[in-house]
């Protein structure tokens, strides 16, 4: 595989990643396992992850860089909420952990062969 497939691969993982753990967000909150019966207001969280999707989608290098460290807030949820939480809350926190990563590495890896294709020689 060349450096353009994997920086097609690299776009595609970070914006598949990123889309599934919004919806994921906000399912939990409201449907899946909510903290309160009937949903919560904690379904909000997703609209962080919303800012970044277009840069993404659009492959911005600048939007993969600081949505790299805005993901790491919901690695560090999953990783709480695994650890702290039982049942169905604890089965969709290790999705997130899972999704979290998947972003997070998709997109370091983005920024590094983006930055790399436009290096000279």
């Known amino acids: 595989m060349n450096r353009a497939t994997f920086l097609?691969?690299?776009k595609w993982l970070a914006a598949a990643s990123l889309g599934t753990l919004i919806v994921l967000c906000v399912a939990w909150e409201l449907w899946l396992?909510?903290?309160?019966?009937?949903?919560s207001w904690w379904?909000?969280?997703?609209?962080?992850?919303?800012?970044p999707l277009g840069g993404?989608?659009?492959g911005r290098?600048?939007?993969?860089?600081?949505?790299?460290m805005l993901i790491l807030l919901y690695f560090v949820e999953g990783v709480m909420r695994s650890w702290a939480e039982r049942g169905p809350s604890q089965v969709l926190a290790g999705i997130e952990l899972f999704l979290s990563l998947v972003f997070?590495?998709?997109?370091?890896g983005?920024?590094?062969l983006a930055r790399g294709s436009q290096d000279p020689g």
Do not use: C
């Not at 379904?43 to 800012?51: D, H, N, Q, T, Y």
């Open 104 to 108: 997070f590495g998709s997109a370091i």
């Open 56 to 58: 993404v989608l659009a």
């Open 8 to 10: 097609r691969l690299s």
């Open 33 to 39: 396992a909510p903290l309160r019966p009937g949903g």
């Open 61 to 68: 290098r600048y939007t993969y860089q600081w949505s790299s």
């Open 43 to 51: 379904a909000i969280k997703a609209l962080p992850l919303a800012l």
């Open 110 to 112: 983005y920024v590094r």
